[in-house]
């Protein structure tokens, strides 16, 4: 009897409840907080498979990723009734999703037209290179000052330019008035509002700003922008604020409830993370890893290599502010190339256990560019080379070099904001998967040389969609005033190294970073069969020509001796 009254008890106290879709490059969650203390209830699960049809392509099912969201949810249901959690008490529902991953469907059938191409495919280089070489002084910064962004393989317009020109169905659906475009959000929020009977297509500021198609001054997309992709406006999601009702849950345990939060992944860690002070930086460890500084109601343009983006806007009276980012492609997802590919370790922490067990790389040195280099180079020609082994290498070093991968590729980043804002950081925030692992979080303040700061809670991202989504107009029951947000817990990493050695082991990594530029030149030529020819090469097409005469000439001399 005491056990069932505590019970409910307790299920009064809980208060108004918010959840947050937290749909990312390798899995999908949903998870529950308590919109009074922050604090995480419930969330579940689960994996999402990436196929990699062709070297540098990287793909995710459409339909794959919104069944995800599905079976997140009712489990996640499932386990707070388990817990005598009512889930009536959800008043709202926010999405974060992995940015710059590129959809197009039907809106008549609401099926996906292709695969989603993920933020990371290199299928578009050849896109990026006729673009760049149509602008003026075949300047990649081109439409900076409209976009905050390089030309790139990263964001959306182009892979949807390649999606238009390369794929049959897409490009019929454009032509008859039936395609509709959007990155993950967009996709969700149709798909859970309704789909094709009444579905709400909408995207908010910070996924928008990620597409190349989006002023980021005017706040709208760009026809001007449109017209040099060659993209018709009318395929574009909406563009909202990014804490506002957007519409209802159509279906499941929660259907009825306003989906009322939307943020990129990234710009939801920042809100999370509490980043509302200009000045305010935080780091995510995920697939990739993601520094972002807070810069206030003024874009601020890089010129460091840094991408100038919205941060959020939260609310739609609510002024927007923006922030200066660097990207790295490859961070968590080093981790399972050592895993998947070369089998050297069996899950994240064995990677953790090995590198500590020798404390350092002995002078090997991991560059990871199986993506080119982002933030601050921008170079696609880049690809990953491992240098400085000697005999005594061994795997543990090469575990060791790969998480200081991670923190030098922070650190090139945090430099460039460093210049860029003329005030250098004097602490780091840091959230997502790879943070679990302390070596990292220790490493990082090493070569860093200022503290990491790192929440006890880690779901940062989920949170801050749950904080956007709790605050919309209409909902209201997350307040956003810095005084009535409980102060999170942390745990702070203090630099244990001497600086110099820092700075050598830096150079190092930039030195390494130098041998890994311009690997891959321009894609060699097909003979009709789709095969490379030998002479594709027109230098290695003379010299086996030459090396064959050659041949053929001192048999010719030695027959006559």
């Known amino acids: 009897m005491n056990g069932t009254m505590a019970a409910s008890s307790h299920r009064i106290m809980l208060g108004p409840l918010v959840a947050a879709i937290d749909q990312g490059t390798s899995s999908t969650r949903f998870l529950v907080f308590n919109s009074k203390t922050a604090e995480l209830l419930s969330h579940h699960q689960v994996e999402i498979k990436q196929s990699f049809p062709k070297e540098g392509w990287v793909e995710e099912d459409p339909k794959e990723i919104l069944q995800s969201v599905y079976e997140c949810i009712e489990r996640t249901c499932e386990k707070l009734t388990q817990l005598n959690i009512d889930i009536s008490n959800i008043k709202a529902i ?18 996906p037209l292709y695969n989603a191409i ?91 700003s990620r597409t190349m198609l989006f002023n980021i001054h005017t706040m709208d997309w760009d026809p001007e922008l449109c017209k040099y992709f060659g993209i018709p406006m009318e395929i574009l999601p909406r563009v909202r604020s990014s804490s506002e009702i957007y519409g209802l849950m159509k279906s499941g345990a929660l259907s009825g409830i306003p989906i009322s939060g939307c943020l990129g992944d990234q710009s939801a860690a920042l809100v999370g993370q509490m980043c509302f002070k200009d000045g305010q930086a935080k780091n995510t460890y995920g697939t990739g890893c993601f520094l972002l500084r807070n810069t206030g109601a003024k874009p601020v343009m890089s010129d460091h290599g840094l991408l100038t983006t919205v941060a959020y806007k939260l609310g739609r009276d609510k ?19 050592l895993q998947d590919n070369l089998g050297i370790i069996g899950s994240s922490e ?122 919309a107009e209409g909902v209201s029951v997350w307040s956003l005033n810095p005084e009535d947000l409980s102060e999170v817990t942390s745990e702070k990493f203090e630099p244990q190294i001497n600086p110099e050695e820092s700075e050598f082991r830096y150079a190092r990594w930039k030195k390494a970073v130098e041998k890994s530029m311009n690997w891959e030149t321009t894609e060699p030529v097909c003979n009709g069969n789709g095969e490379t020819s030998i002479f594709s090469s027109v230098p290695l097409g003379f010299y086996i020509m030459g090396s064959m005469l050659m041949l053929i000439g001192a048999k010719y001399i030695s027959g006559h001796n």
């Not at 495919?121 to 602008?135: F, G, H, P, Y």
């Not at 993506?371 to 575990?399: D, M």
């Open 94 to 111: 926010g999405v974060t999703n992995q940015r710059e991953t590129t959809l197009v469907w039907d809106k008549e059938t609401g099926e």
């Open 118 to 208: 993920v933020w990371l495919d290199l299928r578009t280089q050849s896109t990026v290179e006729r673009l760049i070489n149509k602008t003026p002084g075949r300047n990649k910064n081109h439409l900076k000052h409209k976009t905050g962004l390089p030309i790139s393989t990263y964001f959306s317009a182009v892979k949807l330019r390649w999606l238009m020109d390369n794929v049959d169905k897409v490009h019929e659906a454009v032509v008859s008035h039936r395609a509709m475009f959007g990155t993950v959000d967009s996709w969700l929020i149709w798909c859970l509002t309704g789909g094709k009977s009444g579905g709400v297509h909408c995207t908010d500021v910070t996924n928008a």
């Open 350 to 471: 064995e990677l953790e256990k090995l590198a500590a067990s020798v404390g350092t790389s002995y002078g090997c040195y991991f560059v990871p560019a199986f993506s080119g280099l982002y933030a601050p180079y921008w170079e696609p020609s880049a690809r990953g080379i491992i240098c400085g082994l000697t005999q005594f290498t061994n795997k543990s070093h090469l575990a060791f070099a790969a998480l200081e991968a991670v923190c030098f590729q922070t650190r090139e980043i945090l430099d460039a904001m460093n210049q860029d804002s003329g005030i250098p950081l004097t602490q780091l925030q840091v959230d997502g998967g790879m943070t679990s692992n302390r070596l990292l979080m220790q490493l990082q303040a090493d070569i860093l040389c200022i503290p990491v700061v790192k929440p006890s809670m880690p779901e940062t991202t989920a949170l801050g969609a749950a904080m956007a989504a709790g605050a």
């Open 319 to 337: 002024p927007a502010c923006y922030a200066l980012e660097g990207s790295v492609a490859i961070a968590g997802a080093v981790v399972r190339w």
